[in-house]
Every structure is written in C-alpha cells, then in structure tokens.
C-alpha cells in the first residue's frame, strides 16, 4: 500500500530538507491520541525517515516486500505487545540489510540483561570470555542452550533482527540481543519475560544449567579470561595509545617487523594520525624493517577520508622496494571504515589479508544519521550515504589467508592470525 498519503507536512518538509543534501531527523509530529494511533505514528516516522533520508533503501531488498512488511507490523499494532512491536520496527530496519540502520531501543532499561556477559563466536562455538565476579566459575564456558533452545538457533531466529550485510555481523551482534529474556520471550522462545535457564559446557567437559534472572546480576565488575596469562600479547585486545588515540605502533626487532593496532579511522588531537602515519613511514625507510602488519580487526570504522596518508605512503614504499611483507589482519568486528583500510591496502599496497572475514561490506552504506521516534524511547539510526570500493555488491572481504579463530588458541593467549605471520617471516 502506498502511504504517500499519510504523509503529513511536517513529513513532505523533511523530504525535501533530504532532497537538497542537507540530511536531518524529521520533526516530531503532536502525539495522537490512542496508543494505537501513536504506535502508527512512530511505524509511518520510520518508514518517512528511511524514505527521505536513506540513499537508496531498497537495494538489497524489493521495495513490496518492504512495504508489505509495514502493512503486516501495522495490521498487528492492535494486540501486540511493546516488545513484539519494537521487535517488528527493528525487524523492519534489519530488512534493508544496511548495518548502519539500526537502533539503541534494545540496550535500554526497558530491556534488562540476565546473562552475565556476552558471548562471542569462535570456531568451536560462543564462548563467555568474561564474566561478572558472581559467576566466575563460567569464565571461558560454551553457551550450549537457552531454556532448551541451542544456542546456535538462537542466533540464526534472531538473525532477521540484526542490521547486518553478512552472518559475521550477526554473530558478533546477536549475543548481544540474547542476553535479554524480554526479547526472547517476544519472540516466543521463552516462557517468562524476566528469567531462563542457560546450559553451559564448562572447560573440563561438564555441563552446567543456571537460572538467570534479569536485572539481578552485579554488572559492576567482570574478569576476562585472559586477565591472569603472563605476558600476553598487546596484540590480543584492542587499547588506545598513550595519548588516548585509537592508533598506535611499535617495532619488534626480533623478527624485523612493526605492528600497527588502527582500531578507528579517527585522529587525535594530541597525537594526530597523520603525525602518527609520518613516523611510521620515516621507520620503514630504514633498513631495520621487513615487515608491517596493520591491525584492523578491532576497527569499526569512522571517517574514510582519513585513511589516505596511510594508503599513500605505503603503497609508495612497496613501490619502491622499501617494504618486503605487508599484512592487513582482519575479522568481524572490521567495518565500514576499517573494511575500507583493509580493501584499499590489499588494493593500492598489495597487501595480504589474513584472518577472518569482515563484519562488514566492502560497498558500504554510512554517514549514519542518529534519530528518535515521536511516542517512545526507540532511538535508532539510518544511513545518509553510499561509498563503493569494488565491482558487485560482496557480502564481505574475505581474507587472502583465513586462519580461522579457535578456542584452543584464544583461551590461552594465542593470537591466531600473529602467530601465522611469524611462521611466514621467520
């Protein structure tokens, strides 16, 4: 059903605020009524909102489908609960398979968490690779089930919830959403909105069912499951420089090698990143060096103009005979932005990709425009812009080297894909 209709003026006046490049949240419309009627209100403002403001919505999915998803959410508003309506609007926004539509309504206090911390995906299964103080004995335990559902099959029927492009982003976001018995008991996978019970696989073998109650847990402090290894590897976890910039480098002389951590295509004011990106550079010109890896598997991205002192100057160094081995290290917390990085040092620097695939696009949507609906607390976000890098539309970037990421190794402190590198050089 066409709903140009129902659009108000405070609507056409947005669109047209879109049309001339100047993106902005639509103004809030006088809250109707009936619950009912401001539950369409904040469904037809979202729909508005991806209308005007989105560059093109329905590239990876029909427009039909799309408008027949909101005429199905729109025929339910009547009896359906909160949750279940909330759940439709994100489902709605997940549809458009765009990573950076998405929204914040579902780390809210509407939504508390029972699960004392989330898991994360490895080839052997979820792991927890923290945990609050109160459950300590799970540290490092497989998520086997949730109130008898696998753990596994959660995520796959909570996937359509997820803005995402590919399962990789789906893996590491739906953990997130699984840890409120609320959403799960929207979806009809739980009996109770406030509890479950969650089976685990503990590191000797046994398995293990806990009630969690939501709400309940001390959240305050939590142990990682490296925190105790001697000596561990800076390269194992993502951390900011000395200056607080997300970007740092330092040299291994042992192997010849520097490694670089971008975990955010940011600068600095104290440290800029092409000041940064200038001694680096000035390091590699010596003959002390062999190999750089650039780190981008903690980057979620930021502004890709920023990225060109960096793909500049080492694609000048390989054209020079200056640097011997470049690796970019990848995984699926690598998006937008730091997709970008990796796809264009693999591209411009030849650089060899190693790891996992990226959580996000190489063809990307962006510049993400924050906005609130008019009669809740969903806040949300919808892209303003495309930014292409390759022929086609693929998923995701795939590593020239996929090492995988297994359990056996992250549990002690191995670094998986630093490790393969090693083996290459030495």
Same mark, same amino acid.
């Given at each position: 059903?066409?709903?140009?209709?129902?659009?108000? @003026?405070?609507?056409?006046?947005?669109?047209?605020?879109?049309?001339? /490049?100047?993106?902005?949240?639509?103004?809030?419309?006088?809250?109707?009524?009936?619950?009912?009627?401001?539950?369409?209100?904040?469904?037809? +403002?979202?729909?508005?909102?991806?209308?005007?403001?989105?560059?093109?919505?329905?590239?990876?999915?029909?427009?039909?489908?799309?408008?027949?998803?909101?005429?199905?959410?729109?025929?339910?508003? !009547?009896?359906?609960?909160?949750?279940?309506?909330?759940?439709?609007?994100?489902?709605?926004?997940?549809?458009?398979?765009?990573?950076?539509?998405?929204?914040?309504?579902?780390?809210?206090?509407?939504?508390?968490?029972?699960?004392?911390? !989330?898991?994360?995906?490895?080839?052997?299964?979820?792991?927890?690779?923290?945990?609050?103080? =109160?459950?300590?004995?799970?540290?490092?335990?497989?998520?086997?089930?949730?109130?008898?559902?696998?753990?596994?099959?959660?995520?796959?029927?909570?996937?359509?919830?997820?803005?995402?492009?590919?399962?990789?982003?789906?893996?590491?976001?739906?953990?997130?959403?699984? *840890?409120?018995?609320?959403?799960?008991?929207?979806?009809?996978?739980?009996?109770?909105? =406030?509890?479950?019970?969650?089976?685990?696989?503990?590191?000797?073998?046994?398995?293990?069912?806990?009630?969690?109650?939501?709400?309940?847990?001390?959240?305050?402090?939590?142990?990682?499951?490296?925190?105790?290894?001697?000596?561990?590897?800076?390269? *194992?976890?993502?951390?900011?420089?000395?200056?607080?910039? !997300?970007?740092?480098?330092? +040299?291994? !002389?042992?192997?010849?090698?520097?490694?670089?951590?971008?975990?955010?295509?940011?600068?600095?004011?104290? +440290?800029?990143?092409?000041?940064?990106?200038?001694?680096?550079?000035?390091?590699?010109?010596?003959?002390?060096?062999?190999?750089?890896?650039? =780190?981008?598997?903690?980057?979620? /991205?930021?502004?890709?103009?920023?990225?060109?002192?960096?793909?500049? /100057?080492?694609?000048?160094?390989?054209?020079?005979?200056?640097?011997?081995?470049? +690796?970019?290290?990848? &995984?699926?917390?690598?998006?937008?932005?730091?997709?970008?990085?990796?796809?264009?040092?693999?591209?411009?620097?030849?650089?060899?990709?190693?790891?996992?695939?990226?959580? /996000?696009? @190489?063809?990307?949507?962006?510049?993400?425009?924050?906005?609130?609906?008019?009669?809740?607390?969903?806040?949300?976000?919808?892209?303003?812009?495309?930014?292409?890098?390759?022929?086609?539309?693929?998923?995701?970037?795939?590593?020239?080297?996929?090492? &995988?990421?297994?359990?056996?190794?992250?549990?002690?402190?191995? =670094?998986?894909?630093?490790?393969?590198?090693?083996?290459?050089?030495?």
């Amino acid at each position: 059903m066409d709903v140009t209709h129902k659009l108000t @003026p405070w609507i056409i006046g947005l669109a047209c605020l879109a049309s001339c /490049g100047v993106p902005a949240p639509l103004p809030h419309p006088v809250p109707a009524d009936t619950p009912e009627a401001r539950r369409e209100q904040d469904l037809d +403002y979202l729909v508005a909102t991806i209308d005007a403001i989105h560059p093109d919505p329905f590239l990876r999915l029909p427009e039909a489908e799309f408008r027949a998803q909101v005429e199905q959410l729109r025929a339910a508003i !009547p009896d359906a609960e909160e949750a279940s309506f909330q759940l439709g609007l994100l489902r709605l926004l997940a549809s458009l398979q765009d990573a950076h539509c998405g929204t914040f309504a579902f780390e809210t206090s509407a939504y508390p968490i029972a699960l004392p911390a !989330p898991a994360e995906r490895f080839d052997e299964g979820y792991f927890l690779i923290g945990c609050t103080l =109160d459950h300590l004995d799970l540290l490092g335990a497989r998520l086997v089930a949730i109130d008898g559902h696998d753990y596994s099959s959660l995520i796959e029927r909570s996937a359509d919830l997820i803005p995402a492009a590919n399962p990789h982003r789906v893996a590491l976001r739906a953990p997130r959403l699984l *840890m409120s018995p609320r959403i799960l008991h929207a979806l009809g996978l739980s009996e109770h909105a =406030d509890r479950y019970t969650v089976e685990f696989e503990l590191p000797d073998g046994k398995r293990l069912s806990r009630e969690f109650i939501a709400g309940e847990g001390d959240l305050s402090s939590t142990q990682h499951i490296l925190s105790d290894v001697k000596d561990l590897s800076v390269t *194992m976890h993502p951390q900011p420089h000395e200056s607080g910039a !997300p970007y740092w480098w330092e +040299y291994q !002389p042992e192997d010849a090698l520097i490694y670089l951590q971008y975990n955010a295509v940011q600068t600095h004011d104290e +440290y800029p990143f092409d000041a940064m990106v200038e001694e680096l550079l000035a390091k590699l010109e010596g003959d002390d060096v062999e190999t750089l890896v650039v =780190d981008v598997r903690y980057n979620g /991205g930021g502004n890709n103009s920023l990225i060109d002192p960096l793909d500049d /100057g080492l694609s000048d160094l390989r054209r020079r005979g200056k640097l011997d081995y470049l +690796y970019v290290l990848t &995984g699926p917390r690598t998006f937008s932005s730091g997709v970008d990085t990796a796809a264009r040092l693999q591209e411009n620097a030849g650089a060899t990709l190693v790891g996992t695939a990226t959580g /996000g696009m @190489p063809n990307s949507f962006g510049n993400a425009m924050e906005f609130s609906l008019p009669n809740s607390d969903f806040e949300a976000w919808c892209s303003t812009g495309y930014f292409r890098l390759m022929e086609g539309e693929p998923r995701t970037l795939e590593p020239d080297v996929d090492v &995988g990421r297994p359990w056996v190794d992250y549990g002690i402190g191995r =670094d998986t894909a630093m490790e393969w590198v090693r083996e290459q050089i030495r």
